[in-house]
């Protein structure tokens, strides 16, 4: 049962006995030395992650000229450090719930399930001829599909995009052009706020005439019937039928590129900014967990996008890192906090 606007949940959260922080002052100390010693400070957090290969220079940066380079010479796989470690002890809890946008449908996923997904997809990936450092557009709504294509690109060293899918072909458009993505994943359609969005056919649009976009991978949100282009478009479903559960993390160096995110383009044209492994999500999973207090057995909900940055930081990236319970929200604000999702809860919009 869902609980009626107006009424409180039995077991509002309380917040954590021992919190990270204690104080403001404790967290001024805690940033001072982050300034003062960012390589003892950074190499220190680091050990919150798996490195496949140690680095041999925590921080090396020449501002002058605009260029930092972190955890020089050192390997990792984001993939790895948020689904597959955790897997001895975390195999059967829910790494996502995720809430549709209509309010009675709503699905609890594993991290033993999340990992098989996203390395099913991986493989899919692979067929369709993605390699470390190709470009592969997302344009999916806040379902569960969208968290395995980023996590696939991930673990095979592909680079993301996400694009909003509340985007005009138009704007879908650029940035395919600007990365160059070969690949796109999108839905039939998507649901958002009681909307229905045609996002097939806007994508079908947006790659209209560009030669370099070889396949386009179509997940299956509503039914709906849409149009398929023969040697280019394919389902999802049928794409994953046969495909294993294993797939071959891609070791990359932490400062390979992770994926691109583009600004919104209401100021100018997008730009793309390009986010590194190692940095970016020691930085999420450190963030996560203090600015948040994040504790284990806490469920956490973030009600962003993931065609923004907080949606990839503190849905996916960060929460996922840390091993937590994530809450994964279709629709628009306001908000619905279901009384099963747990007793003890963070929420952020």
């Known amino acids: 049962m869902h609980p009626t606007h107006g009424e409180i949940l039995k077991n ?32 220190e957090q680091a050990q919150s992650l798996y490195w496949y290969h140690p680095w041999t220079k925590v921080l090396e940066e020449e501002f002058e000229n605009g260029e930092v380079t972190w955890f020089q010479g050192a390997m990792l796989n984001v993939a790895f450090n948020c689904l597959d470690r955790h897997l001895p002890e975390k195999a059967e809890d829910t790494a996502i719930i995720w809430e549709a946008d209509d309010p009675a449908e709503s699905r609890h996923i594993t991290y033993r399930e999340l990992k098989w997904e996203a390395a099913r997809l991986g493989n899919v990936l692979k067929r369709a001829g993605v390699r470390k450092g190709d470009r592969v557009v997302i344009y999916l709504p806040m379902i569960p599909e969208l968290a395995y294509a980023m996590l696939a690109c991930a673990r095979i060293g592909a680079v993301h995009s996400v694009v909003f899918a509340g985007f005009s072909a138009h704007s879908l458009r650029d940035r395919i052009l600007d990365c160059e993505a070969a690949v796109v994943i999108t839905a039939d359609e998507g649901r958002r706020g009681g909307k229905t969005i045609p996002l097939k056919a806007i994508v079908d649009d947006a790659v209209e005439g560009i030669e370099f976009v070889k396949t386009v991978i179509v997940a299956e949100r509503t039914g709906a019937d849409v149009k398929m282009k023969a040697g280019r478009d394919i389902w999802l479903r049928e794409a994953l039928e046969g495909e294993r559960g294993t797939c071959p993390c891609e070791w990359m160096s932490a400062e390979d590129p992770l994926f691109i995110l583009y600004t919104s383009g209401s100021t100018g044209k997008p730009k793309g900014v390009l986010h590194t492994q190692g940095g970016y999500l020691l930085y999420a999973s450190l963030t996560h967990k203090i600015v948040f207090d994040y504790h284990p057995g806490d469920v956490y909900c973030c009600v962003a996008d993931a065609g923004w940055i907080t949606g990839h930081s503190y849905v996916i990236y960060g929460p996922l890192a840390n091993g937590a319970t994530t809450v994964m929200f279709e629709s628009t604000p306001p908000i619905r906090i279901r009384g099963d999702i747990g007793t003890s809860s963070s929420v952020i919009a």
Not at 13 to 34: D, Q
């Open 12 to 43: 509002p959260y309380k917040g954590p006995i021992r919190p990270h922080i204690k104080s403001v002052e404790e967290y001024a100390k805690l940033y001072e030395r982050s300034i003062r010693e960012p390589e003892q400070f950074w190499a």
